[in-house]
């Protein structure tokens, strides 16, 4: 596709369950982010993939949250436990490399009851 | 206090109105600072990318940094209804999303027609 894809769009699912999150990057991004926004916030850093490594995890809150990118391309936020705070909308964006323009996708808001 | 202050809004202008929003922020290592647009339910877009202090032009947008005040404002010229969305302002220290973008709180537009 033309621009960063993010699946499910919307997720509502029950304190304590385990939810995974997708990003498809625009293609030839070696650069992946995953943002997380609350309502009435801006975007606060989760992680960046350098292809397939983890750069920089210093924004996961905590060991609930885990991201993996193994092939380079396509990355999923996993987060374990849920918990009520953790409702949101989980930002994906990607880039042709480290200094280049991020590019957004449109999220997948997560709710949890 | 948090590392970039923005006043939420909302901002209600006058269609053909000039706009201008700004931000401020704490920590002086921040060198590139970016103002992304965001419509509802809509991932966010880059508008303008300054390095370091001073003016940057682009059609009505105009972008300004004052590195000594810490203080960054974006003005919009001629503003239309279709400039109404959230404008957030994002800082970096080594540019791209290395080193993960901080975000301001983002300031909610409404142009009037």
């Known amino acids: 596709g033309a621009g960063v894809s993010q699946t499910p769009s919307n997720k509502v699912t029950e304190k304590g369950k385990y939810v995974e999150l997708r990003c498809d990057p625009i293609?030839?991004?070696?650069?992946l982010y995953w943002y997380r926004q609350s309502l009435g916030q801006g975007p606060e850093f989760l992680i960046y993939?350098?292809?397939?490594?983890?750069?920089?995890d210093s924004g996961l809150p905590n060991d609930r949250f885990f991201a993996v990118r193994p092939e380079g391309s396509v990355s999923t936020l996993k987060i374990q436990r849920t918990e009520r705070g953790d409702s949101a909308v989980y930002l994906c964006?990607?880039?042709?490399?480290?200094?280049?323009?991020?590019?957004f996708g449109e999220g997948s808001r997560l709710t949890v009851l | 206090q948090k590392e970039v202050e923005q006043d939420p809004g909302p901002l209600s202008v006058p269609e053909g109105a000039i706009v201008s929003l700004n931000c401020t922020y704490s920590?002086?290592?921040?060198?590139?600072f970016m103002w992304y647009r965001q419509y509802s339910r809509k991932g966010p877009e880059l508008l303008m990318y300054?390095?370091?202090?001073g003016n940057k032009e682009d059609g009505r947008f105009t972008a300004q940094v004052d590195k000594s005040s810490k203080y960054i404002s974006l003005f919009i010229r001629d503003s239309q209804p279709s400039d109404s969305a959230t404008y957030l302002c994002?800082?970096?220290?080594?540019?791209?999303?290395?080193?993960?973008?901080?975000f301001g709180k983002g300031t909610h537009l409404i142009i009037q027609p």
């Open positions: 964006a990607s880039s042709l490399g480290p200094a280049g323009e991020l590019f």
């Open positions: 300054t390095y370091s202090s």
């Open positions: 993939f350098q292809g397939t490594g983890a750069a920089d």
């Open positions: 994002a800082m970096s220290e080594s540019g791209g999303g290395a080193d993960g973008l901080t």
């Open positions: 293609s030839g991004h070696t650069a």
């Open positions: 920590n002086s290592a921040f060198q590139y």
